[in-house]
Structure formats: C-alpha cells, structure tokens
C-alpha cells in the first residue's frame, strides 16, 4: 500500500509507505532550525510513534523524506529502525547520504548493507554523484570497492573524489583553500 501524498518543490508526490513507527530521524539527523542536534532524541519525539508536535512541526521535519519511505523497491531489512541506517537522496537522487545510528557505528558496513551501498556507490559515480556514509561527524566516501575514511568533516571541509589514471576512485577531504584554488586551477584551464 502507498504511503501519503506529500507536497514537493516539484508538485504532490505519493511515497511508496509511512514512517508506520519509525522516528530514527527524530534522533541520528540534525534539524539545526529547530536546535536539534544530531544523534540526540527529539524532545517532542513520541517514540515508537512519531511526532508529538505533528501537526505543527516546522518545515525542516515537514519537507524530510528518507529513502525509505520513497523508494518501494527496498527490501523490508532497509527500514531505518531494522537497518540502523538512514538513507538521504541528494542532488536529485544522483548522490546519497548514508547515516548510521551512533549507538550502531558499524551497521553500515554489515551485510546486505556494505555490498548493497556500493553498488549505489558505483552508480552514482557513473553519474557525477557520490554516496557518503556518516557516523556522528565522521565521514565515510563510498566507492564501488571500498571506503575512505576522511575523518571529522566540518562545515568548510570539501570532499573531492577522482578517478585515477589506472580507472580506480579515490576520495579525500580537503580544505576550503584547497577546494578554492582546485576550483580556480579548473576555471582556468
Ligand atoms: S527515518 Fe524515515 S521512516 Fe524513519 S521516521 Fe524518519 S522519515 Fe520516517
Ligand atoms: S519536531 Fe517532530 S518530526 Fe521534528 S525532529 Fe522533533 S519529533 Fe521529529
């Protein structure tokens, strides 16, 4: 069964089921125009039922919808609760955000999980995106191989990922200088 017809930037959009109980992202996501930080429960969070302020809550809640709740073709150990793991389409669904519930650092590097993110990982690359698994505020790059830790990523941290010479990707983070004058460098090529 669809879940609610949501209104988007876009126009109205039928996601494919409801949070039906979830309230993951009440807790691993920040929702800065509210003051809540990441990793840290909701104080209006009902858990195990939703939002207690749902009819009022503020666009930054209103507006979220995980992966899960758009993507119909995930398999039911993909529900964030069961997972541990939120999914976040970015750039209009070319990228992907990966965020692991802190009190399971490693759920995203459990099977079906791991194989399962990079081959989205491979994907997305093939089309200018990226897929970047967090665990608090720590970064990880997924690529169709492998994952590069890039440590404590700020909010004037840039991350760069290339395709080597030999055709393999690598990933690093790098600083707001050195993204400015990378970016520089290009324009006047
Ligand atoms: S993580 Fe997804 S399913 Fe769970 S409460 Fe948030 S939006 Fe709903
Ligand atoms: S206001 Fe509601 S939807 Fe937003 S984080 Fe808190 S409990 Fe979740």
Known sequence: ??????????????????????????????????????????????????????????????????????????????????????????????????HADEDHPDAWLQEPYYSQIKRWAALSLGVGGRVVAYVGNQGFVILPDRHVALGVLGDDDYIFIERLPNGEWDARKMGQD?????????AGL
Request: proline share 7%.
């Open 178 to 186: 050195e993204a400015a004058a990378l970016q520089a460098s290009s």
């Open 1 to 98: 069964m669809a879940g609610p017809t949501v209104t988007t930037p876009d126009g109205p959009f039928t996601l494919a089921r409801g949070c039906d109980g979830c309230t993951l992202c009440c807790k691993v996501l920040e929702a800065a125009p509210i003051g809540k930080p990441a990793n840290t429960w909701c104080t209006h969070c009902i858990r195990g039922a939703g939002c207690g302020i749902h009819e009022t809550r503020e666009p930054v809640c209103r507006e979220y919808h995980c992966g899960w709740l758009i993507d119909g073709s995930l398999s039911e150990e993909w529900r964030p609760e069961t997972a541990h793991l939120i999914l976040t389409y970015r750039d209009e669904g070319r990228s992907m955000s990966v």
